[in-house]
C-alpha cells in the first residue's frame, strides 16, 4: 500500500447535550453535505465507498448500514458498517484508498446518546457473559477501580486529574461547538458527586449528540479536488484482552500499541518531539493522562505533572485537546475518534477560530473505545 491518502472534506453537526428536534438522519445529512461542499464533490458521481461506525446496540436497529445511505447519497453504492469507533471506520476508509480498490470513500459516525434511556445497561453487555455479567457490575464502577489503582500506584494524583478537567472545560469555551464548556475550579471538580470511588461527576464526559462525515481521496485525486487536503501520514489500531481478569490495568496496552502502529506508518521516530499537539480520549479525566503516557508523548508519572505545571495547556509545549476533548465537547459514542480527528483537521488547516494553535504541522489523534473494551485507535495527520 504506497499511494499517499488525503482528508479533503469535513463536515459536522451539533454537538448538543440533547437534540429532540432533529433525527440522527437529519444531523447526518447536515454534516454530509458541509463535507461534500468543503470537499467540493458529489456523492452521487464523485465517491466509490461509505463507510459508516455504528453499535446495533446503540441505534436500537440491527444490520445499521441499512440506515443511511439515504442522508448520505450513498443509495445503491458500496457501503458497510464498522462496528466500532468513527477512527476505525477512518481505517478502514484508508486502506481502500492506500490499497487502489477506491479513489474517493465517505466517512461518516454520529451520536443521538440522549435517545438511549438506559445506556449504562446497554454498556454492560459488553461484559463477559458467564463471569463478568452476573455480578450486575455498573460499567462506570471499572472506571473507579482503574483510576483507584492508577492512584495508589503514584501515576498521578486527584489534583492531577481535575486540572484536566478544567483545562478541557476551559478550551471548550473556545469552541463554539462544545456542549459542555465552563469557567471552573479544581475545588469545584473535587467537591462533585463521587459517581465511582474516587471518580467524580466532573471527571467523567457528559454525553452529546452530533454527526461527523469525512471525505478521503488519493493525493492525485485531492489535487483535483477544492478542499484543503490533510494527508493521513499514519493509522493504527489495537485491543487488549477483553477480560477483566487478564488485562493490563496498569498500562493502557491498546494505545502503546495503535500509537506504535501510527508511527511506523508515519515514520514518525520521536512522538514527544515531532507531533505539535494532540486530541487523546479523554471519557475520564484520568485516561487523558495515562493515555499521553501509553502514547510515548510523557514517561510513566509525567502526565500529571506536565498538565499542572501547563505544558497540555493550548499555548503550552505539547496543547493535549484544544477542542476540549471529551469532556467539553461532549462524548459522541461510535464518533469520538472522528470528533478528536475533525480538531486535528481544523488546526492543521487553520480553520480553528479562536481555538486556534500556532505553527503545527504534525497533529496525533487518538481515542478509546470506552467501558468495558480495551479497543483504540490512532491516526497522525500533517498539512
Known amino acids: 500500500m504506497n499511494r499517499t491518502v488525503e482528508i479533503v472534506g469535513v ?133 473507579g477501580l482503574e483510576m483507584q489503582m492508577l492512584l495508589s500506584a503514584g501515576r498521578f494524583t486527584l489534583e492531577q486529574c481535575a486540572q484536566v478537567v478544567v483545562k478541557n472545560k476551559n478550551n471548550a469555551l473556545a469552541n463554539p461547538s462544545a456542549a459542555h464548556g465552563a469557567a471552573i475550579g479544581r475545588k469545584t471538580v473535587l467537591e462533585a458527586q463521587v459517581v465511582a470511588s474516587p471518580l467524580t461527576r466532573l471527571m467523567a464526559a457528559p454525553h452529546a449528540d452530533g454527526a461527523i462525515v469525512m471525505v478521503l481521496a488519493d493525493s492525485d485525486t485531492a489535487k483535483r479536488l477544492k478542499g484543503k487536503p490533510v494527508r493521513v501520514r499514519g493509522i493504527g489500531w489495537a485491543n487488549d484482552t477483553p477480560a477483566l481478569d487478564s488485562r493490563d490495568w496498569a498500562h493502557a496496552q491498546y494505545a502503546r500499541k495503535s500509537a506504535e502502529m501510527a508511527y511506523r506508518v508515519a515514520g514518525i521516530k520521536s512522538p514527544r518531539s515531532e507531533i505539535d499537539f494532540v486530541e487523546v480520549d479523554d471519557t475520564f479525566a484520568y485516561k487523558e493522562l495515562q493515555h499521553l503516557e501509553a502514547l510515548h508523548l510523557a514517561k510513566p508519572g509525567e502526565a500529571g505533572v506536565m498538565t499542572t505545571q501547563g505544558a497540555t495547556e493550548r499555548d503550552g509545549e505539547l496543547p493535549v485537546n484544544p477542542s476540549g476533548g471529551c469532556l467539553g465537547l461532549g462524548s459522541l459514542l461510535e464518533a469520538n475518534g472522528l470528533a478528536r480527528t475533525l480538531e486535528v483537521v481544523l488546526q492543521l488547516r487553520g480553520d480553528a477560530g479562536a481555538r486556534q494553535l500556532k505553527n503545527v504541522h504534525t497533529g496525533l489523534a487518538f481515542t478509546w473505545r470506552g467501558l468495558p473494551t480495551t479497543s483504540g485507535a490512532a491516526v497522525v495527520l500533517s498539512n
Not at 64 to 82: K, S
Not at 94 to 99: F, G, P, Q, R, V
Open 11 to 143: 463536515g459536522w453537526s451539533g454537538f448538543r447535550a440533547i437534540s429532540p428536534d432533529v433525527s440522527y438522519k437529519e444531523m447526518i445529512f447536515e454534516a454530509a453535505t458541509r463535507a461534500y461542499t468543503d470537499a467540493g464533490i458529489d456523492p452521487r458521481n464523485d465517491v466509490q465507498g461509505f463507510v459508516t461506525a455504528a453499535e446495533d446496540y446503540h441505534e436500537g436497529t440491527s444490520i445499521f448500514d441499512e440506515y443511511t445511505p439515504d442522508q448520505l447519497g450513498a443509495v445503491l453504492r458500496p457501503m458497510h458498517t464498522i462496528t466500532g469507533d468513527g477512527l476505525h471506520a477512518l481505517a478502514a476508509a484508508y486502506m481502500k484508498i492506500a490499497s487502489g480498490l477506491m479513489d474517493v470513500v465517505v466517512v461518516e459516525a454520529h451520536s443521538k446518546a440522549s435517545n438511549i434511556l438506559t445506556l449504562d445497561h446497554i454498556t454492560a453487555f459488553a461484559e463477559d457473559p458467564t463471569f463478568e455479567r452476573p455480578l450486575a457490575i455498573n460499567p462506570i464502577a471499572l472506571a
